[in-house]
Nanobody, 119 residues
Framework: QLQASGGGSVQVGGSLKLSCAVS????????IGWFRQTPGNEREGVSA????????YYAASVKGRFTISIDNAKNTLYLEINSLKPDDSAVYYC??????????????WGQGTQVTVSS
């Protein structure tokens, strides 16, 4: 299971730190990250981190403002969001993709947490 939290309403330029508590499964080969979605639009990949080589991915629109991290001791994924813009307003979801020998086995999604940025 994945449980996202930390969303809220902030003003332009503000910051938030989203958390995603992960429980229920333990695998060595996975990618975990954040997506976001606004009404009427497809879910967009925001940032991800690989458990295999710790490589990270950021969407161009968030690079330099968002930072993804994992606390393995707490089984928690974080997304630190700085310099928030109105376009960052969305429901943010955490997700985990499990692989075996580089073959996708399953995807797990958490419920979303709303981020609203006002000017």
């Amino acid at each position: 299971q994945l449980q996202a939290s930390g969303g809220g309403s902030v003003q332009v330029g503000g910051s938030l730190k989203l958390s995603c508590a992960v429980s229920g499964h333990s695998f060595d080969e996975y990618i975990i990250g954040w997506f976001r979605q606004t009404p009427g639009n497809e879910r967009e990949g925001v940032s991800a981190i690989s458990a295999v080589d710790d490589s990270t991915y950021y969407a161009a629109s968030v690079k330099g403002r968002f930072t993804i991290s994992i606390d393995n001791a707490k089984n928690t994924l974080y997304l630190e969001i700085n310099s928030l813009k109105p376009d960052d307003s969305a429901v943010y979801y955490c997700a985990k993709s499990i692989y075996s020998d580089s073959v996708l086995q399953n995807n797990y999604w958490g419920q979303g947490t709303q981020v609203t940025v006002s000017s």
